[in-house]
C-alpha cells in the first residue's frame, strides 16, 4: 500500500528517510553528508520520483522509486 508523505508526522517522515538513507552504512563509496542525502531523498518524494510503501507482511515502510511498482 502507498503511504503518502504528506500524511506522516514530520518526525516520523524524518525518521524514516534517516534509516533508509543509513540502512547500507557508508561502505559504498558515497560520503555525501547525512542532511544532504535525507533531502535527497525527501525532494524525490515530493516530485514522485519515490514513494512510501507499507508492506502487511513485514509490518514495516519502505522507500522505493516509483518505476518499481509501476508508477512512474
Known sequence: ??????QLEQ???LNLIT???TRN???NGDDTELNTRVSQV???LRRG???IVWDDMTESA???PA?????A
Open 1 to 6: 500500500m502507498i503511504v503518502p508523505w504528506q
Open 11 to 13: 518526525d516520523t517522515l
Open 19 to 21: 534509516e533508509f538513507v
Open 25 to 27: 552504512g557508508t561502505d
Open 42 to 44: 525527501m525532494e524525490q
Open 49 to 51: 520520483d519515490a514513494l
Open 62 to 64: 519502505n522507500i522505493v
Open 67 to 71: 518505476g518499481n511498482i509501476g508508477i
